[in-house]
């Protein structure tokens, strides 16, 4: 390995370990961080998801249509294991680090070619709040109406980003 190749390894590592230090101490000021958080916009769009629970997450849209959040969140019902999409609509405020906007889950319809738009039910179901600390690092809170969704939250990772949509905070690429 070339010097200046395995000097940057090395200060790449020196760097994630020093990083992942301070992480241990940063989980303690979780809601301080979410409370400073960066605001939202279009670079926050992609899909995002929880590492410790891999297999479900969320598509989100931060649109220039009337500053409109578009949601979805690929999960699975409380019993039997079917795959569920809730669905949440609402407008953001690109000053603020949080939004809440409601949500309905989507039923009853067929895979096509037996779709027909009649079929689809949208059933009211709760809340869905985010947060993000910077652009790449969030919470989802929920609070269903619908039994056995309950209300809860859980740490968001980006794992998808837009092309040329870059991060406010370091002006680079999220």
Same mark, same amino acid.
């Given at each position: 390995?070339?010097?200046?190749?395995?000097?940057?390894?090395?200060?790449?590592?020196?760097?994630?370990?020093?990083?992942? %230090?301070?992480?241990?101490?940063? #989980? !303690? /000021?979780?809601?301080? @961080?979410?409370? $400073?958080?960066?605001?939202? +916009?279009?670079?926050?769009?992609?899909?995002?998801?929880?590492?410790?629970?891999?297999?479900?997450?969320?598509?989100?849209?931060?649109?220039?249509?009337?500053?409109?959040?578009?949601?979805?969140?690929?999960?699975?019902?409380?019993?039997?294991?079917?795959?569920?999409?809730?669905? %949440?609509?609402?407008?953001?405020? #690109? !000053? /603020?680090?949080?939004? @809440?906007?409601? $949500?309905?889950?989507?039923? +009853?319809?067929?895979?096509?070619?037996?779709?027909?738009?009649?079929?689809?039910?949208?059933?009211?179901?709760?809340?869905?709040?985010?947060?993000?600390?910077?652009?790449?690092?969030?919470?989802?809170?929920?609070?269903?109406?619908?039994?056995?969704?309950?209300?809860?939250?859980?740490?968001?990772?980006?794992?998808?980003?837009?092309?040329?949509?870059?991060?406010?905070?370091?002006?680079?690429?999220?």
């Amino acid at each position: 390995m070339k010097r200046a190749a395995r000097r940057r390894v090395m200060c790449s590592l020196s760097l994630a370990l020093a990083l992942g %230090a301070i992480a241990g101490s940063a #989980h !303690a /000021a979780q809601d301080a @961080t979410f409370a $400073a958080g960066v605001p939202l +916009g279009g670079f926050l769009s992609g899909n995002w998801y929880d590492p410790a629970q891999p297999g479900q997450g969320f598509q989100l849209e931060f649109t220039d249509q009337n500053s409109t959040l578009i949601a979805v969140w690929f999960v699975f019902a409380p019993s039997g294991g079917a795959q569920n999409w809730i669905f %949440a609509q609402g407008a953001y405020d #690109h !000053a /603020a680090s949080a939004v @809440t906007i409601d $949500a309905v889950l989507l039923t +009853g319809a067929q895979f096509p070619p037996q779709f027909k738009t009649s079929d689809l039910q949208h059933v009211p179901w709760g809340t869905l709040t985010f947060t993000f600390s910077d652009c790449d690092h969030g919470q989802a809170s929920w609070s269903s109406t619908l039994p056995g969704y309950g209300s809860g939250s859980m740490p968001l990772t980006r794992l998808t980003s837009i092309r040329g949509l870059a991060c406010p905070q370091t002006g680079a690429q999220p």
